[in-house]
Antibody, heavy 122, light 110 residues
Framework: QVQLVQSGPEVKKPGASVNVSCRAT????????INWVRQAPGQGLEWMGW????????NYAQKLRGRVTMTTDTSTKTAYMELRSLTSDDTAFYYC???????????????WGQGTLVTVSS | EIVMTQSPATLSVSPGERATFSCRAS??????LAWYQQKPGQAPRLLIYHSSTRATGIPARFSGSGSGTEFTLTISSLQSEDFADYYCQQYNNWPPAQWTFGQGTKVEIK
């Protein structure tokens, strides 16, 4: 069955970077993309961006451009999300979710990882 | 960026009753809209996509409708496991592909 397994919780200091991984099993990784979504404590969902598992094309939320980089390793079926220059506002659960292979083939996020808590604190 | 507005923010409903809530897009998104359910401490779960298609394993009491800018999610007879947060998300295609969420509706026990 389709599963997305994320890396464990992280605690970072302001100004640092964090890298969250998302390993996919149970489907053809290159036939889909990965969305990243975050949720601050007690808040709603925020779409961060998307990466194609097929060709590595990316599309980032305008708010995060310049601070976020999404990559994939097709050999291990793993997606990565790096967020730099962290502030306390970046404290949140970070989710990966399976999405479309191409940005011009719209599709929802049908399977989700378990979430990774990133805490930014001095 | 397309702004998604959900209403109401909170809906108080008794078990067995019908619940209806809305999602409005700031510009037309055709039928490129999904609904997700999220319970405390869990990842979101896809309920509805393409405005009205139930995802795999979703009970028939969940239904979605709408196109363009106005969308609705209806739960025909609320069960205890349905008390949760619900989010809409537009996934309209290029350009620009910024797949924004609504701020959510909390369905609580009346």
């Amino acid at each position: 069955q389709v599963q997305l397994v994320q890396s464990g919780p992280e605690v970072k200091k302001p100004g640092a970077s964090v890298n969250v991984s998302c390993r996919a099993t149970g489907y053809s990784f290159t036939n889909y993309g990965i969305n990243w979504v975050r949720q601050a404590p007690g808040q709603g969902l925020e779409w961060m961006g998307w990466i194609s598992g097929y060709n590595g094309n990316t599309n980032y939320a305008q708010k995060l451009r310049g601070r976020v980089t999404m990559t994939t390793d097709t050999s291990t079926k793993t997606a990565y999300m790096e967020l730099r220059s962290l502030t306390s506002d970046d404290t949140a659960f970070y989710y990966c979710a399976r999405g479309p292979r191409s940005v011009v083939l719209p599709a929802p996020s049908d399977y989700w990882g378990q979430g990774t808590l990133v805490t930014v604190s001095s | 960026e397309i702004v998604m507005t959900q209403s109401p923010a909170t809906l108080s409903v008794s078990p067995g009753e019908r619940a209806t809530f809305s999602c409005r897009a700031s510009q037309s998104i055709s039928s490129n809209l999904a609904w997700y359910q999220q319970k405390p401490g869990q990842a979101p779960r896809l309920l509805i996509y393409h405005s009205s298609t139930r995802a795999t394993g979703i009970p028939a009491r969940f239904s979605g409708s709408g196109s363009g800018t106005e969308f609705t999610l209806t739960i025909s007879s609320l069960q205890s496991e349905d008390f949760a947060d619900y989010y809409c998300q537009q996934y309209n295609n290029w350009p620009p592909a910024q797949w924004t969420f609504g701020q959510g509706t909390k369905v609580e026990i009346k």
